[in-house]
């Protein structure tokens, strides 16, 4: 019985092919844009860790001043780093970093950059590979040589198509050897770019370019926990350690911050889910916008088709097979819709994950959700259409004009 209210359907779908276009273009847009939001969200999300994660490993980051400006809180000095090193438990690496900012010149070419003084563990802290060369070491450190290391787009811009390894860049005043490029890494997880910077040993940079005018020349320090040991104990410990170093008082606020990759890691990934789920839960609108759609031109179709109905009765048909009939034609319209819907869906996240540059992550159990939600957009919104067709009096159906 059942595969027979099948063949009848489709004999009807058939027949006015565009109406049933239209009928299931609600539910095609609906299945297409649930699973294109989601999967889209998804991708933005694990994007998001993907360029957090590449900044480093149990990464924590001691910064002066509160946020990211600093706010002219003072600096750190090397004091301060050998005393969180002897003192807080749980650190595996440490790296002091200062900062400064200098046109590099090579020829005519020339960028305005950051550049970073650091030491060699950093590289690893930070999760810097070495695409040319190599990193520099701890008697670049000691001597404080004039080499540095530079980020993609440092040698895109200032070398093109040529080797960078073994050339000379002009930093202020000052010559810089070129000893190692490194592999990209992109954007970072607040929209900077992560190549457009230069390494060099810090003892070169304060020395060379910004001079030592304080013992309080160190901007930040990176700062990569153990894994086995709770990184919120970390913070806490560096944080009540910094306080006493600075002579804080207890109404006093912090000048200082410490950032937990991890965390805001966590959090980004935990706002793009709500706001995929509520993007996702908007586009989910439209479903039932088709399936009201359904209901519509089914409700039409029992309408022109009443002395169909009639007659079949009239020769023996049960009720419930009329209503099979109907029901059976509204969910193959909505299952039509929701394979069509799937299949523009993936066409669009292909699409639309190059555009924003996020991973396409197939999920197979959204794909079968939608299909599913829309069978059942088919069942609830094609049921009163079939029951009305099932409850028509044989008699008066004929009658019917």
């Not at 595996?92 to 900012?101: F, H, S, T, W």
């Not at 070419?109 to 590979?129: L, M, S």
């Not at 039932?288 to 519509?296: F, S, T």
Request: aromatic share 6%; hydrophobic share 45%; with cysteine.
């Amino acid at each position: 019985m059942f595969f027979n209210a099948l063949i009848i359907a489709l004999r009807e779908i058939r027949r006015n092919l565009t109406r049933a276009f239209l009928t299931v273009l609600g539910v095609v847009i609906g299945v297409a844009a649930v699973i294109t939001m989601v999967t889209l969200g998804r991708g933005a999300t694990e994007m998001v860790k993907t360029q957090i994660s590449s900044l480093g490993s149990n990464l924590l980051v001691l910064r002066s001043g509160q946020g990211w400006g600093g706010g002219g809180a003072p600096l750190f000095s090397k004091a301060d780093v050998r005393a969180i090193e002897d003192q807080v438990p749980g650190i595996k690496y440490m790296a002091p970093l200062a900062r400064g900012v200098a046109p590099a010149v090579f020829l005519q070419n020339v960028r305005i950059t950051d550049i970073q003084g650091t030491t060699p563990i950093y590289f690893e802290i930070a999760n810097w590979k070495i695409q040319s060369g190599r990193f520099f070491d701890q008697a670049d450190l000691i001597e404080g040589a004039p080499v540095c290391v530079i980020g993609e787009t440092i040698r895109k811009e200032l070398f093109g198509k040529e080797d960078a390894i073994g050339k000379k860049i002009r930093l202020r005043n000052t010559s810089v050897l070129v000893i190692g490029t490194t592999i990209p890494k992109g954007q970072g997880g607040w929209g900077d770019d992560l190549d457009d910077n230069i390494l060099m040993p810090i003892t070169t940079l304060q020395r060379r370019l910004n001079g030592q005018l304080s013992n309080q020349n160190i901007d930040q320090v990176m700062i990569s926990g153990k894994s086995d040991y709770p990184s919120a104990n970390v913070v806490a410990d560096i944080s009540s350690l910094m306080r006493e170093r600075r002579g804080l008082k207890a109404n006093e606020l912090d000048n200082f911050s410490v950032s937990d990759t991890r965390q805001i890691a966590d959090a980004v990934s935990s706002s793009t889910a709500v706001m995929t789920s509520l993007l996702g839960a908007v586009a989910g609108v439209s479903l039932l916008v088709g399936g009201i759609g359904i209901m519509n031109i089914m409700l039409v179709s029992v309408t022109e088709r009443t002395r169909e109905i009639g007659i079949r009765l009239a020769i023996g048909a049960r009720a419930r097979e009329v209503l099979l009939q109907f029901l059976v034609e509204a969910i193959t319209l909505s299952c039509v819709g929701g394979v069509t819907g799937i299949i523009l869906a993936y066409g669009l996240c292909i699409s639309l994950a190059k555009v924003v540059g996020a991973p396409f992550l197939f999920d197979l159990k959204i794909n079968l959700l939608a299909f599913v939600f829309s069978a059942a957009i088919g069942i609830i919104f094609g049921f009163m259409p079939a029951r009305r067709a099932a409850g028509l009096d044989p008699i008066e159906a004929l009658r019917h004009e």
